[in-house]
């Protein structure tokens, strides 16, 4: 059985900071023993990492991506290949992807279409959610026998009707069926009927820049989104987890809701944490760069986001990567804001990005690693073999420098986007070196790993009620 010790670092983990060597043997974490110990100078070693003055930290578990997924008549630009190798640069070992059911069609052969996508090609492990298109009887039942198997969570949607739109009813029906079976509903909260009308009317008055992509999804078409599913989720008594969330008054809702004991629970990304309605209103045709669905806010949301995370309102701290070029496929939507694919690149950056909102006070470090690997690890079923740096735990280790200077760029980044959302950005800390079962994938910043290292996670339910 081949033995890693890392010697020098400080673990840093969800509950502890700790001065210690940790011992990898055959994939998974055996041992911590404090620097200069008995035990852990008595280790030996096939392998010795070296990590003084470095974080040795647990491999990031980013539960929204979305890999070679059709949108609009495209696809996005990463493929399960591209996508899980660009996750392992920027420290990310995990990723849960959304299997989608077409409309018409069963959830199992939207899961097998989306295995066969990632089959073998994975270079760190994954698993999936399953997105619900269409709810009825027979997706109802199927709903059961996925959770038996390892898919427990689905995500429903209350925007793009004609798409994904399910209406109040089916949101129900599916909720019921999961405060039976365990799973838990993952919500996108925008209420996409009366989006589609001021879209409608914005179009026609001419507004068809990036901008009012913003403009027409307003705050409270979210607000009041995330309030109705609470309120779903209650009469249901199921658990609810709400994907992307962007707007002050969403957060409020999903505050409200967990101070009277119910169990919701709330995801932001970095875009909605970094970038803002600034970024939508740049010049040209720039602004198709930014978006996505929930659309980027004001300024003034951050902070409420911010404060969220740091007091738990908020627990995950997803990308949503979603990624389309800016030529070719961005450019779709010149003259028409509507028809631009909604998603952006951000797989690569999550941890970074997360590490500098630590060196600039909004996070504490081990708030860092609990939104970025404990929290979803633990919301989907995966802990404490992911998520954590412990006895037991699959070895998926990180070694940070804290002290690092990057710049984020579309030169340098590993996405197969043609773009960066954060572009000349400089953040403080990064990668060294990462570990995926113990087997290195990235080693003093080359890439070192192979399609096909990654593998398939069965999950759990949630392990945060
Ligand atoms: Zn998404």
């Keep these: 059985m081949s033995r890693t010790v890392i010697h020098g670092g400080l673990v840093v983990t969800a509950s502890d900071e700790i001065h210690a060597d940790v011992l990898i043997e055959g994939g998974r974490i055996a041992a911590l023993a404090a620097h200069g110990t008995d035990a852990a100078t008595s280790w030996s070693a096939d392998r010795r990492i070296d990590a003084t003055g470095m974080y040795v930290l647990p491999g990031g578990v980013d539960a929204h991506t979305h890999m070679e997924m059709p949108f609009g008549g495209t696809y996005a630009a990463d493929t399960f290949e591209t996508g899980t190798r660009a996750a392992a640069w920027g420290g990310t070992t995990t990723i849960v992807d959304f299997a989608i059911q077409t409309m018409g069609r069963s959830l199992r052969e939207g899961l097998d279409t989306w295995h066969a996508k990632a089959d073998a090609r994975c270079a760190v492990d994954y698993g999936f959610h399953m997105i619900l298109s269409d709810v009825n009887e027979s997706s109802l039942k199927e709903m059961d026998r996925l959770v038996a198997e390892g898919v427990t969570s689905f995500k429903l949607f209350m925007a793009y009707p004609g ?63 995330t309030h109705r599913a609470v309120q779903l989720a209650r009469v249901a008594g199921a658990p609810l987890y709400v994907v992307h969330v962007s707007a002050d008054e969403a957060v409020d809702e999903i505050a409200a809701a967990r101070h009277k004991g119910l169990p919701v629970f709330g995801e932001t990304c970095p875009q909605y944490l970094f970038l803002s309605t600034d970024n939508l209103a740049e010049p040209g045709f720039e602004g198709a760069k930014y978006v996505c669905s929930t659309p980027l806010r004001p300024r003034e949301h951050q902070e409420v986001l911010w404060r969220g995370l740091r007091n738990n309102e908020l627990q995950v701290v997803s990308t949503d990567h979603c990624p389309f070029c800016f030529s070719g496929q961005k450019e779709m ?29 909004h996070l504490s470090r081990r708030r ?55 572009e000349g950005r400089r953040v403080t800390g990064q990668v060294r070196t990462v570990l995926s079962r113990g087997v290195p994938v990235i080693e003093d910043r080359a890439y070192v790993g192979h399609a096909g290292h990654g593998t398939y996670l069965p999950r759990g339910t949630c392990q945060y009620l």
């Design 368 to 422: 860092w690693v609990e939104i970025a690997c404990a929290s979803p690890a633990r919301m989907f079923g995966l802990y404490p073999k992911k998520g954590t740096i412990a006895p037991g735990a699959d070895a998926d280790v990180v070694i940070y420098d804290p002290g690092a200077e990057q710049t984020i760029s579309a030169e340098t980044h590993h996405m197969a986007v043609d773009y960066s959302a954060y």
């Design 163 to 225: 798409v994904f739109y399910s209406d109040d009813g089916r949101i129900l029906r599916a909720m019921q069926r999961a405060s039976g079976n365990g799973g838990l509903v993952m919500m996108h909260a925008e209420n996409g009927i009366a989006i589609d009308v001021l879209v409608e009317q914005a179009l026609a008055e001419g507004r068809t820049d990036p901008r009012y992509h913003g403009d027409v999804r307003k705050v409270a078409l979210e607000a009041e989104a």
């Design 333 to 361: 939507g010149r003259g028409d804001f509507s028809k631009i694919p909604n998603g952006m690149p951000g797989v690569e950056h999550r941890m970074d990005l997360l590490h500098q909102a630590v060196v600039d006070g």
